[in-house]
């Protein structure tokens, strides 16, 4: 079945450590996205990416970074630079990169801890 | 701030009743989406309402969108407990290629 896959589901980190989160695709989806979800919180961008080898910062970008070299895959790498790193981190897609936003489609989520 | 309110922040009903949630915002939007989250887990997009639009139907969901007061209701009817989850509304904003989240509000559909 086509979707989402974000691993792990669980991470525990220890400070000053880096960490990355997996997100795969078989949606054949054009954008995908990062969103951080903290208790009792919306969703806050972290980064986008329209296209393969393009992506751009959202709100919350600094401590992270993305890489995007296949359509199917958008990892996101926690840095030790980002100072409050627990939260549940989101990925999505959607089947257009232009405007207005659709629809977007959800992976499970990975819960990151920092010990 | 881009987000716009949802409210109320939560919601406990019996099964059976009607829940409705709201959605307000403040910038000029081109579609609103409507989303649902189970603890633990990912969004779910339930439905999506352009801004030339005034009212939407799916199955026990009706969503509701005044462009004039800038807000957007989610109304589901005959709630049961499986619709015990958070509800998000997303605003895809003019102009942005961006959508913007609400923080939700959290139904609980006692038994």
């Known amino acids: 079945d086509g979707g989402i896959t974000q691993s792990p589901k669980y991470l525990f980190r220890k400070e000053g450590q880096n960490v990355t989160l997996s997100c795969e695709q078989n949606?054949?989806?054009?954008?995908m996205y990062w969103y951080r979800q903290d208790p009792g919180q919306g969703l806050r961008l972290i980064y986008y990416?329209?296209?393969?080898?393009?992506?751009q910062k959202g709100d919350i970008a600094e401590g992270y970074s993305v890489s995007r070299e296949k359509k199917e895959s958008f990892p996101l790498t926690v840095t030790s630079a980002q100072k409050n790193p627990t939260a549940f981190y989101l990925c999505?897609?959607?089947?257009?990169?232009?405007?207005?936003?659709?629809?977007?489609?959800f992976g499970e989520g990975s819960r990151l801890t920092v010990l | 701030s881009q987000q716009g309110e949802e409210d109320p922040q939560a919601l406990s009903i019996q099964e059976g009743e009607n829940a409705t949630m709201n959605c307000s915002y403040k910038?000029?939007?081109?579609?609103l989406q409507w989303y649902r989250q189970n603890s633990g887990r990912g969004l779910v997009h339930l439905i999506l309402?352009?801004?030339?639009?005034r009212e939407k139907h799916s199955g026990r969901l009706r969503v509701t969108l005044d462009t004039s007061k800038k807000s957007s209701s989610l109304l589901i009817t005959a709630s049961r407990a499986a619709d015990t989850a958070s509800y998000f509304c997303?605003?895809?904003?003019?102009?942005?290629?961006?959508?913007?989240f609400g923080k939700g509000t959290k139904l609980t559909v006692n038994p």
């Open positions: 999505a897609s959607s089947i257009n990169s232009g405007r207005p936003r659709g629809e977007l489609f």
């Open positions: 949606l054949n989806h054009d954008a």
């Open positions: 910038t000029s939007i081109n579609n």
């Open positions: 309402i352009r801004s030339n639009e």
């Open positions: 997303a605003r895809a904003q003019g102009g942005s290629e961006k959508l913007v």
């Open positions: 990416s329209q296209i393969v080898n393009d992506f």
